[in-house]
Nanobody
Framework: QVQLVESGGGLVQPGGSLRLSCAASGSLFSVSTMGWYRQAPGKQREWVASIGSDGRTNSADSVKGRFSISRDNAKNTVYLQMNSLKPEDAAVYYC?????????WGQGTQVTVFS
């Protein structure tokens, strides 16, 4: 099994920044993908960004140029640096880890953007 623990959510004003972290533990595989998803009230969960164990990244058009994903394989941790936050970025952010054997999700961390 794989356990994911997210941290770093909070309240921020529009234009502000937050950095989310997600630490993975358990039965990890050397080849895996980690990513961030988000879900706003009344909306479906949507993909935000992902990064492979080889460092390749991809992100949704809505966050390109503002959010960046990175990964520390030695710490089994993925980060999401969020800059220039907008009210529409407010959501619960979920971390995901998957490889050929397992697909795991974190509990989520709340990001609130308010004026």
């Amino acid at each position: 099994q794989v356990q994911l623990v997210e941290s770093g959510g909070g309240l921020v004003q529009p234009g502000g920044s937050l950095r989310l972290s997600c630490a993975a533990s358990g039965s990890l595989f050397s080849v895996s993908t980690m990513g961030w998803y988000r879900q706003a009230p009344g909306k479906q969960r949507e993909w935000v960004a992902s990064i492979g164990s080889d460092g390749r990244t991809n992100s949704a058009d809505s966050v390109k140029g503002r959010f960046s994903i990175s990964r520390d394989n030695a710490k089994n941790t993925v980060y999401l640096q969020m800059n220039s936050l907008k009210p529409e970025d407010a959501a619960v952010y979920y971390c995901r880890y998957y490889d050929v054997r397992v697909d795991a999700w974190g509990q989520g961390t709340q990001v609130t953007v308010f004026s």
